[in-house]
């Protein structure tokens, strides 16, 4: 047994750039789930089927990550930023967003996470879509949330390798980048709503009444009632 562990780790460990470490800590946590387990059998289950799900979406929207990491850094935002491609571009979009609320599972080690993303996400768009319909701003109310799922899925594809990392090892560095990161990314959805809303001629105070009642009110509530 310690010398097919030996022969493992050996193999595992040759291979070159990060998603051979990726798959090294994968295959760590699956190896001492047998020993902790059906719990760590499914979690690296889940990592392994994770890993994979984003390597696909890497390779399949190759030419789509640019463009919206593009505008999760400032650039043009525009539903026809891809004229040709939008309904392929919206498929990203949307898989970048499952792929969000699986890593809050991941990262609170309960599904229940990913899940109440799904719920708070599902208020978001409501409050949003209905706000635009009764003040006859759909097209804003739509461009918003259009950037929203934007920035989502930037923070899933960015985030993705750090977070199974930390998830399957540990370590309080990966923790605090995993951290910095969200953090990051939240600040840049709050500036880049900021600069729509001004763009559109509103006022900063309704600008807040959004920043409070949409994106901070649902989370605090959630957190309060766990």
């Known amino acids: 047994m310690a010398d097919s562990t030996?022969?493992?780790?050996?193999?595992?460990?040759?291979?070159?750039?990060v998603f051979g470490h990726l798959s090294s800590r994968v295959q760590a946590v699956a190896d001492h789930a047998v020993a902790g387990g059906e719990t760590g059998l499914i979690l690296s289950i889940a990592l392994l089927a994770t890993l994979v799900g984003w390597?696909?979406?890497?390779?399949?929207?190759?030419d789509y990550i640019p463009v919206g990491l593009g505008v999760v850094r400032g650039g043009a935002m525009t539903e026809k930023v891809l004229d040709k491609h939008e309904k392929l571009f919206s498929?990203?979009?949307?898989?970048?967003?499952?792929?969000?609320?699986?890593?809050?599972?991941?990262?609170?080690?309960?599904?229940a996470a990913g899940i109440s993303a799904g719920i708070i996400w599902?208020?978001?768009?409501?409050?949003?879509?209905?706000?635009?319909?009764?003040?006859q701003y759909r097209e804003f109310a739509?461009?918003?949330?259009?950037?929203?799922?934007?920035?989502?899925?930037?923070?899933?594809?960015?985030?993705?390798?750090?977070?199974?990392?930390?998830?399957?090892s540990g370590g309080l560095i990966l923790r605090w980048l995993v951290i910095t990161g969200a953090t990051a990314i939240a600040i840049m959805l709050i500036v880049r709503s900021f600069t729509l809303f001004r763009r559109e001629g509103f006022s900063i105070s309704l600008w807040i009444l959004y920043l409070c009642g949409v994106e901070i009110l649902p989370i605090l509530t959630l957190y309060y009632l766990r």
């Open 55 to 62: 390597c696909l979406m890497v390779y399949v929207y190759r």
């Open 6 to 17: 030996a022969v493992l780790c050996s193999s595992v460990s040759s291979e070159a750039g």
């Open 142 to 168: 739509a461009r918003l949330f259009y950037l929203r799922r934007i920035v989502f899925a930037g923070t899933a594809i960015l985030l993705a390798p750090v977070v199974l990392l930390w998830v399957s």
């Open 122 to 135: 599902g208020f978001q768009w409501t409050v949003v879509s209905v706000a635009g319909a009764l003040t």
């Open 91 to 111: 498929i990203y979009l949307n898989w970048g967003i499952a792929l969000c609320f699986v890593l809050l599972g991941l990262g609170f080690r309960h599904w």
